[in-house]
């Protein structure tokens, strides 16, 4: 009875962690992803403010020289890429069916996670409809955040491998070798401290589980 608690407990233990490793990176991803949106959000604003009339050429090169490890497209209110810091804008097709270009043009702003086939990546966009009806679109890979949160998550999962592995090590031991008649022997130096700590985790396992315990206490010495 008292193997089958203990077996449950650890059974309980080992899920608890596996939950809570993975709650804790798609949490920790939800954050990521917030500040890479509200990063291009601010981009954008950033673009808009400089003048009433967009300069798509000058706009690509402030934005590259500020993010370049993101990207800034620049797209006329009929759908034509006018300026691109990643791909030559006259190789491009139309950008009005891109469904956050679409809904910058509608609401003010737009936003969406989809595969980029110039690029050939997966990507986060954020849209923003300009002041003169061109809409800016700001955007970075995927990967970058994704190796953010793992950055950051490490040494989480590390020590929380750290636990499974105990307590897995514990559930096999408990269901492999705690069942056999030879049990466990607890021993102890010829020192008052030594036996004493040798009699507690005695009792300790007699009391918690089935195991069979055997004492040698009051050891002449470590090799005996």
């Known amino acids: 009875m008292k193997k089958r608690i203990i077996g449950a407990t650890l059974i309980t233990v080992v899920c608890a962690l596996l939950i809570s490793n993975l709650v804790g990176v798609l949490l920790f991803r939800s954050r990521e992803m917030d500040a890479a949106r509200n990063t291009l959000q601010e981009l954008l604003v950033l673009m808009d403010a400089q003048s009433a009339i967009t300069d798509p050429d000058g706009l690509a090169q402030q934005f590259h020289a500020a ?15 006018l300026a691109d ?12 069916s891109r469904p956050e270009v679409e809904q910058a043009a509608a609401t003010g702003w737009g936003e969406a996670v989809r595969h980029s086939e110039t690029l050939g990546t997966s990507m986060l966009y954020v849209s923003k409809r300009f002041a003169d009806g061109m809409v800016g679109r700001a955007s970075m890979p995927l990967s970058s955040i994704d190796s953010l949160v793992w950055n950051g998550v490490w040494g989480f999962l590390i020590a929380s491998a750290a636990g499974l ?3 897995l090590t514990l559930l096999v031991t408990l269901f492999t070798g705690c069942g ?45």
Not at 67 to 81: E, Q
Request: charged residues 25%.
């Open 180 to 224: 056999s008649k030879k049990g466990v022997t607890i021993g102890s130096k010829q020192f008052t401290e030594n036996i004493v700590l040798g009699e507690v985790y005695a009792q300790l396992i007699e009391a918690k589980t089935d195991i069979p315990v055997t004492r040698k206490l009051n050891l002449g010495g470590t090799s005996v």
């Open 85 to 96: 810091t990643e791909a030559n804008p006259q190789t491009l097709e139309d950008h009005n």
């Open 165 to 167: 592995l105990l307590a």
């Open 67 to 81: 993010a370049p490890d993101k990207r800034l497209t620049i797209i006329d209110t009929d759908g034509t890429v």
